[in-house]
């Protein structure tokens, strides 16, 4: 009986935690969202980098960097490093900003299999949250 208590248990329970480290990614990069508009009226630009606004050493729920791409600083070649939909458009028209996930690997395209777990902002901020829902 406790073992299939625990067979019932466990699942359950890692589930939970992972639910609950995605909704935090959500919250952190609403936060940076916010973060980033207040910088941008401050000094009428977006941040290059996400130390511009005192967050370089934010951390994912899984220990990792939160990803930050201003398109303007990144050049021509910002199209090839955004974040796109599964039609290749970019997901975003100013900048890009997400979690790696429990993963902590990502491509572009959200249709990769290493996008899935990613947690995105996308529609320049009408969505925030996991790849593979969007």
Do not use: C, H
């Amino acid at each position: 009986m406790v073992v299939t208590l625990a067979g019932i248990g466990i699942p359950a329970y890692t589930n939970a935690r992972e639910k609950a480290r995605t909704v935090r990614a959500m919250v952190d990069i609403r936060t940076l969202e916010k973060d980033i508009a207040l910088y941008g009226v401050d000094t009428g630009k977006l941040a290059e980098t996400l130390a511009d606004v005192g967050r370089a050493e934010l951390r994912d729920p899984w220990g990792n960097p939160y990803e930050y791409l201003n398109f303007a600083s990144a050049g021509k070649s910002w199209k090839g490093q955004a974040r796109k939909d599964r039609f290749l458009v970019p997901l975003n028209s100013t900048y890009d900003l997400y979690s790696k996930g429990q993963d902590g690997q990502s491509q572009p395209p959200l249709a990769a299999k290493a996008s899935q777990d990613d947690i995105v902002r996308a529609n320049d901020g009408g969505y925030v949250g996991l790849a593979s829902d969007y």
